[in-house]
């Protein structure tokens, strides 16, 4: 620049050279819509719920047993001074309603990756055992389907709401359908 220019002449030279190099503005996408859950694993299926369904995830605390419930009834946890009922999600959903004794209950040990996914619906909380969290997966909608993998055991079916593929099927896990189910509301035995 020399001392004869000015200097908003330089920057309007500038501005202009800018202007012949610079990249087109991308065009607009406004139907991209998106859905984003927490992905988890059960008995090496990916899952994903949706992400306001889940409070928080934790790991496996001390539980209480309890007596007189299903096998899937863990106890009861104090979570930050709040008794929440832990229900290993597997054993509900192998459909075995076999009785475990306070004795075995004690023994199961938790595996280091299993964690809890804090469920709170109305006015009910509940603490669900799954394998591991992977974390919290984004799909875009349009790789939604109704369909779930034929590898899926049918008692899992009642509580899936489709799938979204990725770079596999992670299967939409409803915990409506899961907080909803009879059998799930009726842990004591009979």
Not at 88 to 111: G, M, V
């Amino acid at each position: 620049m020399s001392s004869s220019t000015h200097p908003f002449d330089y920057l309007e030279a500038l501005e202009q050279c800018a202007s012949l190099y610079a990249a087109p503005i991308p065009a607009e996408q406004s139907d991209l819509s998106y859905w984003q859950g927490i992905s988890f694993l059960l008995n090496k299926q990916q899952y994903v719920v949706q992400l306001g369904s889940v409070t928080e995830i934790l790991l496996v605390p001390q539980t209480t047993p309890l007596p007189g419930v299903h096998g899937w009834v863990k106890g009861i946890a104090n979570v930050r001074g709040r008794l929440i009922p832990i229900i290993s999600l597997t054993d509900f959903l192998s459909n075995d309603d076999s009785l475990l004794n306070i004795e075995t209950q004690r023994q199961a040990k938790p595996e280091a990756s299993n964690r809890i996914l804090v469920i709170e619906k109305k006015d009910m909380s509940v603490g669900l055992i799954v394998d591991e969290v992977q974390g919290m997966m984004q799909f875009s909608a349009n790789t939604f389907s109704d369909e779930i993998p034929s590898s899926l055991p049918t008692s899992v079916h009642p509580y899936t709401r489709g799938s979204y593929q990725k770079d596999h099927h992670y299967v939409v896990f409803s915990i409506e359908g899961l907080m909803t189910s009879e059998r799930f509301l009726k842990a004591a035995s009979e």
